[in-house]
């Protein structure tokens, strides 16, 4: 889920993703007249038109943008949130190189579709409990051929407990039920679900939400750095400072993150933002205090009008 001022974009799904397995090689293309949508699990599913692109399409359940799918070219991330996690993408794994990824939340599939145009021959599982929102995208955004993606419906943590350890060189954790993370995926035990699944020199990237005082959000970073050894946080400066509710993407590893690398994309991009690590990650943190199982709560709503 996205959270930016003046009409935002991002993901509303379930606890983690929906499912009907879907297959290694999926051909298709985008229906060319959207369908008047269709009811899933968080409401009614429409798909928009973007005007610019005439095959993509923005993905709303009941009004709230969640994914943008452009089948023409799936290198191309739309919400600023997306951009960052693909950065941590790009920067995973030398450039090609394929990956064992897993994604904990699917909406329209757009980091999995991305992820399998940068690095083919990557194998993704997606965890995404609702199961008529997989369908009805599947449908009219149907998966590139060749694309090795499968999609489970399971909530995010179940995938990850049926899941080998040391399975993964990539878990992408972009998990909302409505507009937000549900309390059993913020915790510390959710991070030691995650780094069990890892191989000891994977990459945990994470889309997190929250709004001033970022309360939660510093206590869901600190659940992160009481496990890995490397973690950094990027976000808008306003967000960062929170002046707004927005998205801010965490990055986190057991070997040296391309912080240096990470900085300079993030800047560069259009909605240019600030990475956070070492010292300045730790003054940022306050001395906040990991969340837990036996403490955690969802991720703060949107406050009125976040999506225009």
């Given at each position: 889920m996205a959270a930016r001022?003046?009409?935002?974009?991002g993901r509303r799904r379930r606890g983690s993703a929906p499912g009907g397995s879907t297959g290694p090689a999926e051909a298709g293309t985008a229906t060319g007249t959207p369908p008047d949508g269709a009811p899933v699990a968080g409401g009614l599913a429409v798909l928009v038109p973007d005007p610019d692109r005439p095959r993509a399409r923005?993905?709303?359940?009941?009004?709230?943008?969640?994914?943008?799918?452009?089948?023409?070219?799936p290198h191309r991330l739309v919400f600023s949130y997306q951009r960052r996690l693909g950065h941590v993408i790009d920067l995973a794994a030398p450039p090609g190189r394929p990956l064992d990824a897993v994604h904990l939340g699917g909406g329209a599939l757009t980091l999995p579709r991305y992820l399998a145009?940068?690095?083919?021959?990557?194998?993704?599982?997606?965890?995404?409990?609702?199961?008529?929102?997989?369908e009805f995208v599947r449908e009219h955004l149907p998966l590139p051929r060749g694309a090795r993606i499968r999609v489970r419906a399971l909530d995010?943590?179940?995938?990850?407990?049926?899941?080998?350890?040391?399975?993964?060189?990539?878990?992408v954790a972009d998990v909302f039920d409505g507009a937000r993370t549900p309390?059993?995926?913020?915790?510390?035990e959710f991070v030691d679900a995650v780094r069990r699944v890892l191989r000891p020199t994977g990459t945990l990237a994470v889309n997190l939400t929250d709004g001033p005082p970022l309360t939660h959000l510093r206590a869901r970073v600190a659940a992160v750095t009481a496990r890995f050894a490397e973690v950094c946080l990027a976000a808008e400066p306003a967000v960062l400072r929170g002046r707004r509710f927005g998205n801010a993407v965490l990055a986190a590893a057991d070997v040296p993150l391309p912080v240096a690398e990470l900085s300079r994309r993030n800047a560069a991009g259009p909605t240019a933002?600030?990475?956070?690590?070492?010292?300045?990650?730790?003054?940022f943190l306050a001395g906040a205090r990991p969340l837990t199982d036996a403490d955690a709560a969802a991720s703060p709503a949107p406050p009125p009008g976040t999506f225009g």
């Open positions: 001022r003046g009409g935002t974009g923005e993905l709303r359940v009941d009004g709230a943008p969640q994914s943008h799918v452009d089948p023409d070219d145009a940068t690095r083919p021959r990557s194998t993704q599982q997606v965890a995404e409990p609702d199961v008529r929102l997989t995010a943590r179940e995938l990850l407990e049926r899941l080998p350890e040391n399975s993964a060189d990539l878990v309390a059993h995926c913020t915790g510390v933002g600030r990475v956070l690590s070492g010292a300045d990650l730790r003054d």
